[in-house]
Every structure is written in structure tokens, then in C-alpha cells.
């Protein structure tokens, strides 16, 4: 299993590459704007996994380097495909993965090794490091998981990752222009 993981992160990196590469592709994505709407909501939907960070953030750098729309425009629409994306990954742990996880840990070995699971500080605790995580420009998937587990409602992960990716985005844009 790690090995195919390992495989198709491997192959996204080369993905990666290509498009840096290809200048044909780069002049697609920012010289028409439909291209640059599109393809900020893309390259912002495939920002958030591991596998697919490297091409997307080679395509959200062309995009806040040279895009003719506004800066805002750009990440906002980065930020709405990342935040779908995250509402997916958070609804199938939230909904599926949870449940799963814990009936592992119903046992009564397993529940005395994880009796913090109970504990008030670790339920505000897992939202707080799940939204320090998916600010980050680390892969978001670690921090969904902790999200879905505090089991936060989708009322307040909606607009709280609307706003933490925008962040995030926004300060990767700024490098991005930076250099």
C-alpha cells in the first residue's frame, strides 16, 4: 500500500515538473481569463491533498505571478476550490471515518489507553490544530481528520475553512509574487 502511495506522489512531482516546463500550458491557464477563473478553483481544489500539491502549486504560482485578474479575485476563487475540496475529505470523516476509528477503541484495553479521548480540553483542542494545520501550507487532510473527529459542525467548518484557506493562499500568493 505505501508503495503505490509512494508511486503516485512520485508521479505527481513529476506532473509537476512538466507543467513548470511547459510553457503552452502556462500560457493557457493566465493568458485567457476564463482560464485563470477555472483554473484558480482547480488548482485551489487540488491544493489541499498530498498527492496533488505539487502540480497545483506549481499552477497556483503561475497563476498569482502573472494572472491578469486582481490578486483577491485569484485566491478567493483558490480559496472556494480548496474549501469544496475540504468539505468533501471533512464530510467522509466526519460521517464514516470517525465511527470506524472508534469502534476499534471500544475495547477495554484500548479504551483505558485512550481515556483522553473524553477529556473537554481534547475536544477544543482538535479543532484548534486541525485549523492551524489546514492555514498551513501542509497537505490538509491531517487536519480535516482532527476536525471530523471533534466532530465540528458543517455550519462552522464551512466558513472557518473558507477563511483559513484564503489565509493560507493568500500568503503563499505573496511569496509566490516574492520570488
Same mark, same amino acid.
Given at each position: 500500500m /505505501?508503495?503505490?502511495?509512494?508511486?503516485?506522489?512520485?508521479?505527481?512531482?513529476?506532473?509537476?515538473?512538466?507543467?513548470? *516546463?511547459? *510553457?503552452?500550458?502556462? *500560457?493557457?491557464?493566465?493568458?485567457?481569463?476564463?482560464?485563470?477563473?477555472?483554473? *484558480?478553483?482547480?488548482?485551489?481544489?487540488?491544493?489541499?491533498?498530498?498527492?496533488?500539491?505539487?502540480?497545483?502549486?506549481?499552477?497556483?504560482?503561475?497563476?498569482?505571478?502573472h494572472?491578469?485578474?486582481?490578486? /483577491?479575485l485569484?485566491?478567493?476563487?483558490?480559496?472556494?476550490?480548496?474549501?469544496?475540496?475540504? /468539505?468533501?475529505?471533512? !464530510?467522509?470523516?466526519?460521517?464514516?471515518?470517525?465511527?470506524?476509528?472508534?469502534k476499534?477503541?471500544?475495547?477495554?484495553?484500548?479504551?483505558?489507553?485512550?481515556?483522553?479521548? !473524553?477529556?473537554?480540553i481534547?475536544? /477544543?483542542?482538535?479543532?484548534f490544530?486541525?485549523?492551524?494545520?489546514?492555514?498551513?501550507?501542509?497537505p490538509?487532510?491531517?487536519?480535516?481528520?482532527l476536525?471530523?473527529?471533534?466532530?465540528?459542525?458543517?455550519?462552522?467548518?464551512?466558513?472557518?475553512?473558507?477563511?483559513?484557506?484564503?489565509?493560507?493562499?493568500?500568503?503563499?500568493?505573496?511569496?509566490?509574487?516574492?520570488?
Open positions: /505505501w508503495r503505490r502511495d509512494l508511486f503516485v506522489l512520485a508521479g505527481s512531482f513529476v506532473l509537476a515538473l512538466i507543467l513548470i *516546463s511547459n *510553457s503552452d500550458f502556462q *500560457s493557457r491557464l493566465i493568458d485567457q481569463p476564463s482560464g485563470t477563473i477555472a483554473g *484558480s478553483f482547480l488548482a485551489g481544489f487540488f491544493f489541499v491533498s498530498l498527492f496533488t500539491l505539487a502540480p497545483a502549486g506549481v499552477a497556483l504560482t503561475e497563476l498569482f505571478r494572472a491578469a485578474e486582481p490578486l /483577491w485569484t485566491v478567493g476563487l483558490a480559496a472556494l476550490g480548496s474549501t469544496t475540496a475540504d /468539505w468533501l475529505i471533512f !464530510r467522509f470523516v466526519r460521517n464514516h471515518l470517525t465511527e470506524a476509528i472508534l476499534v477503541f471500544r475495547r477495554s484495553w484500548r479504551r483505558r489507553l485512550f481515556w483522553f479521548w !473524553r477529556l473537554n481534547f475536544r /477544543w483542542l482538535l479543532p490544530v486541525g485549523a492551524l494545520v489546514v492555514a498551513s501550507p501542509l490538509d487532510e491531517i487536519g480535516l481528520t476536525m471530523g473527529f471533534a466532530k465540528l459542525p458543517t455550519r462552522i467548518f464551512l466558513p472557518l475553512a473558507f477563511v483559513l484557506n484564503a489565509l493560507g493562499l493568500l500568503l503563499f500568493a505573496l511569496a509566490a509574487r516574492a520570488f
